[in-house]
C-alpha cells in the first residue's frame, strides 16, 4: 500500500493550478500517514479556506472543510469529543496567521496533540494575490504593488514562543526531509506545527520575477539556510544574509500536552 | 515495475525533469487531451526503483511520484513474459 490510496482517485485531477507546490506537501504528509500505519477510519483531516485548504477533499478519510481561519478551533473540537481520532491540520498562510491567528496561539498555548502541516505560499493565492501577513518585504502582490513595506510573519518562532511541542520549516523542494518531518511531528504528543513553503506560480510567481515554476523552486532551494549552519554562523559571528529563512527542526520538547489518549 | 505518466492528471510543470537524479524525465512535445504538453521518458529502465523495487521489497527513490504536484506519476507491474530493456551502469 503507498499513499496514493488515501488519494480519492475520483476526485484528482484537483483544482491546483500546473506547478502548484500544495499537491507536493499533500504527497509528502499523505506518505507519512501511511508511514504511521493509522486506519482511514481514524483518521480526520481538518481544513479551513484557501487553496492549501482544499486538500482534505482529495485524501479518502474523514474529512472537514471548515470556516476561514477556524479549521484549529473545529479540530479541537474533534480531538476533544474523541481522543482516540489522529487528526491532522491542513492550512494556509492566510488561514493560519491573518484571520486564525488568535485561534492559532491559543492552540499552542493548550498543545492540544494535533499536526498542523501549513503550506505556506506567502500570499493569497484563491482571491487573486492579495499580500498576506508571510509576504516577504518587498514582494508585490496586488494589494503591495510597491513592494510589501510591513515586515513578515515568522510563523515557526511564533508557534514555538506560544508553546507548540513539535515546530520545523521545509520547502515544497525538500521532499524527503519534509516527509521526515511531518512523521517526527504525527509521532509527537502534543501540538506539532511543520510550515511547508510552496510555490505559487500563479499569484505570487508572476509578480515576483519567478514565471516559471522551477525558477521559484530555485529560489526556495537556495534561499534555505539549514538550522545547524545557521547556529553555526551566529557562533562564528559572520552576518546571516538578508532573504534566507532557516529549514530544519526547529523546536522539540516534552510540555504537558492536551487530548493525548491515556 | 515501470514508470507511468497518467496523461489525464498531468500539467505539464515539468517539475519531473528538475528532480529526477537519472534524468529520466524530458520535456516533451506530444499533447494530451486538454492541450498541454507531457513529459518524455528518456530509457525509464535506469530508474532505480524500477529495476531494484522487487529485489530490496521497498520503495526507493521515489522523488518523482513525491515531487509530482498532480499525482501523475506511478509505477505499474510488468505483464507476464514482457519483454523488457536491461540497463547497464558504468
Redesign the interface.
Known amino acids: 500500500m503507498s499513499f496514493e490510496d488515501w488519494y480519492r482517485q475520483d476526485r484528482l485531477p484537483h483544482i491546483f493550478c500546473a506547478g502548484c507546490g500544495n499537491g507536493t506537501v499533500i504527497n509528502c504528509t499523505l506518505a507519512a500517514v501511511e508511514q504511521m500505519g493509522w486506519k482511514q477510519e481514524e483518521t480526520i483531516f481538518v481544513s479551513g479556506i484557501g487553496c492549501s485548504s482544499r486538500a482534505s477533499g482529495y485524501i479518502l478519510a474523514d474529512s472537514l472543510h471548515t470556516t476561514h481561519g477556524r479549521a484549529l478551533a473545529f479540530a479541537t473540537g474533534v480531538k476533544m469529543a474523541n481522543k482516540g481520532l489522529h487528526v491532522v491540520v491542513f492550512t494556509g498562510d492566510g488561514d493560519l496567521a491573518a484571520i486564525g491567528g488568535n485561534h492559532f496561539i491559543h492552540a499552542c498555548r493548550r498543545n492540544i496533540d494535533l499536526t498542523v502541516v501549513c503550506m505556506n505560499n506567502q500570499i493569497y493565492g484563491m482571491t487573486g494575490g492579495q499580500g498576506s501577513p508571510t509576504t516577504p518585504l518587498g514582494c508585490l502582490s496586488s494589494t503591495t504593488p510597491y513592494g510589501c513595506a510591513e515586515p513578515p510573519f515568522d510563523l515557526c518562532e511564533l508557534a514555538a514562543a506560544a508553546g507548540a511541542n513539535y515546530v520545523s520549516r521545509w520547502t515544497s523542494y525538500h521532499v524527503k526531509e519534509l516527509e521526515k518531518a511531518v512523521k517526527a511531528g504525527l509521532e509527537t504528543p502534543g501540538f506539532s506545527f511543520i510550515e511547508a513553503l510552496v510555490q505559487c506560480p500563479t499569484a505570487f510567481g508572476r509578480r515576483n520575477k519567478f514565471k516559471q515554476v522551477a525558477d521559484h523552486v530555485e529560489h526556495l532551494r537556495s534561499h534555505s539556510l539549514l538550522k545547524a549552519k545557521r547556529d553555526r554562523m551566529i557562533e562564528n559571528g559572520e552576518q546571516i544574509p538578508a532573504g534566507m529563512f532557516v529549514v530544519g527542526e526547529l523546536t522539540r520538547r516534552n510540555r504537558p500536552a492536551m487530548g493525548v489518549k491515556p | 515495475m515501470k514508470l507511468a505518466i497518467d496523461e ?2 498531468c ?5 519531473c525533469t ?2 529526477c537524479p537519472y534524468k529520466i524525465f524530458k520535456e516533451g512535445k506530444k499533447l494530451n487531451r486538454k492541450g ?1 504538453p507531457i513529459p518524455e521518458l528518456d530509457r525509464p529502465e535506469r530508474c532505480a526503483n524500477c529495476r531494484l523495487r522487487n529485489l530490496y521489497g521497498r ?1 526507493l527513490c521515489g ?1 518523482c ?8 506519476i ?1 509505477w505499474i507491474d510488468e505483464e507476464p513474459y514482457e519483454p523488457h530493456k536491461v540497463a547497464i551502469e558504468y
Open positions: 489525464n492528471r500539467k505539464g510543470c515539468n517539475l528538475k528532480v498541454v520503495q522523488v511520484q513525491l515531487t509530482c504536484p498532480d499525482q501523475a506511478h
